[in-house]
């Protein structure tokens, strides 16, 4: 499937209806699933989530021609949500994340490259910003499609000039215990730290979020940036980006420390790799009661499968 990358087509809207048309059927959506639950005598519970507000919309994005599946409602998205500085609740997030202050923000990118320095966020919402809608598959076996907004990570990192020594990009969220309590419990190593392989850094389908259903990235979901790699378990799409660093080797990550044999550093979607807790061959879409299988690389093996030939998966995991 070919879902999830953006192709000019004659049929996608002309940018200018983007912003305001972001939240295109949502509202139809959520009664209609909200009546739905009704009728059963049971609503899913994370359809009852009330979000957050809505954010301002972001100029200029070039939409997605329309998804085979459909996309999340803004309240699920920013309704249920794993970020752990807030707490380890799903409603956390959308509860005390308030508290982030997201301006200033600047991400510093240092180590292999030719020009290490800084970017600010108001320099970084001035690259050309996309919607890429894609699934988002957590190692807990539940899964969203999002419409994101944002920018391939590739065009950010040539502005500082990888040297051929950066052969993997580490990545850092910001570290105030002050505005984000769960940054003072120790069940996690802070701060929370992802990284990729160069060639999956600069794939295509790798970017930096800004944005969602056309509007700025809420805080519940890693405002002002967060990485997003589709194909990969969500716990690798970092939130709230400080510090980029390109390296040699490959750099140690939050979740593969905390517990080596659960999590690895590659964490692609794999329903043939287990988790020691969670089978992986099913996954559950969030405002949906069934079960549905879950797809080698989250569906998007014909893009990436290439960058692991030879690699064993299950050594590799
Ligand atoms: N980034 C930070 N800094 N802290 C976190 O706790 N959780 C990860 C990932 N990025 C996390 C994070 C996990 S486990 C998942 S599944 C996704 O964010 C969830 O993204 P969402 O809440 O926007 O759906």
């Not at 519970?45 to 994005?61: D, E, K, M, S, Y």
């Not at 190593?189 to 992802?194: A, N, V």
């Not at 930096?208 to 967060?226: D, H, I, M, S, T």
């Not at 080596?260 to 988790?275: K, L, Q, R, T």
Request: charged content about 25%.
């Amino acid at each position: 499937m070919t879902f999830g990358i953006r192709r000019s087509r004659p049929w996608a809207l002309p940018e200018r209806e983007v912003t305001d048309e972001g939240l295109w059927n949502e509202r139809r959506r959520f009664l209609r699933l909200g009546a739905a639950a009704a009728v059963a005598g049971l609503a899913p519970p994370v359809a009852r989530a009330a979000g957050v507000p809505r954010t301002p919309p972001l100029a200029g994005v070039r939409r997605a021609p329309p998804p085979p599946e459909r996309p999340n409602t803004w309240e699920q998205i920013t309704g249920y949500c794993n970020f752990y500085e807030f707490g380890t609740g799903k409603r956390d997030p959308a509860r005390y994340a308030g508290r982030l202050r997201t301006r200033p923000w600047s991400v510093v990118v240092e180590g292999e490259c030719e020009r290490p320095g800084e970017v600010g966020i108001e320099e970084i919402l001035r690259f050309p910003l996309e919607e890429r809608i894609y699934r988002l598959r957590c190692v807990e076996g539940w899964s969203m499609v999002i419409p994101w907004v944002g920018f391939p990570l590739r065009l950010l990192l040539e502005r500082f000039k990888p040297t051929s020594a950066a052969r993997y990009v580490a990545f850092e969220t910001l570290h105030e215990p002050d505005r984000m309590p769960g940054q003072r419990r120790t069940f996690l190593d802070w701060p929370y730290r992802e990284g990729l392989r160069m060639d999956e850094a600069v794939h295509p389908l790798t970017i930096l979020a800004v944005g969602l259903y056309g509007r700025v990235l809420p805080k519940p979901n890693g405002a002002p940036l967060r990485l997003v790699v589709p194909w990969k378990y969500g716990f690798k799409s970092i939130k709230s980006i400080v510090r980029i660093r390109l390296v040699r080797e490959q750099p140690p990550t939050t979740w593969s420390q905390a517990a080596p044999h659960e999590y690895g550093f590659y964490a692609n979607v794999n329903p043939d790799v287990p988790h020691p807790r969670w089978s992986q061959r099913y996954e559950r879409r969030i405002g949906e009661l069934r079960r549905r299988p879950t797809l080698l690389f989250n569906g998007y093996a014909e893009q990436v499968a290439h960058l692991y030939a030879g690699m064993d998966l299950r050594r590799y995991f």
